[in-house]
């Protein structure tokens, strides 16, 4: 028996971008870091929040590729020239990223008490209605 996959399914036809999208994200590999929350704060707005204590803003890139929000961090090591009896906060850098809908569109960013706040909008769908013409068979 053949498994039918997303895109090969006779039902969903076009939909091959949708399953590259969901094949990339699964090998993304994130490890955890850092911690983030998702947020509905309207019918159509969302807002994500990583907790980015002891990077600046200066730190942080927030990209759009590809219908992927992509968050990086990377924080410079200030410690040349201390002497450190115990180093328990390491510089470290990280790359979040979340998969886009069409039709989310990324809003601002804002840095509050070392969380990062990134705010989403989401359009709203134009029904559209599209009549097509059928041609009798000497019309070729």
Do not use: C
């Amino acid at each position: 028996m053949t498994k039918l996959t997303l895109g090969t399914h006779p039902f969903l036809l076009g939909f091959d971008q949708l399953e590259r999208l969901v094949e990339r994200t699964a090998k993304t590999g994130n490890d955890g870091y850092p911690p983030y929350n998702i947020e509905q704060t309207s019918d159509r707005s969302y807002r994500i929040t990583l907790a980015v204590a002891g990077f600046q803003e200066g730190d942080l890139a927030i990209t759009v590729e590809d219908n992927q929000l992509v968050i990086r961090g990377r924080q410079t090591d200030d410690g040349e020239g201390r002497v450190f009896l115990h180093r328990g906060i390491a510089a470290r850098q990280f790359q979040r990223s979340f998969v886009l809908a069409d039709g989310v569109d990324v809003g601002e960013a804002s840095m509050e008490n070392g969380l990062l706040h990134v705010d989403l909008t989401r359009a709203l769908p134009e029904n559209i209605v599209q009549t097509i013409r059928i041609r009798k068979g000497a019309d070729r």
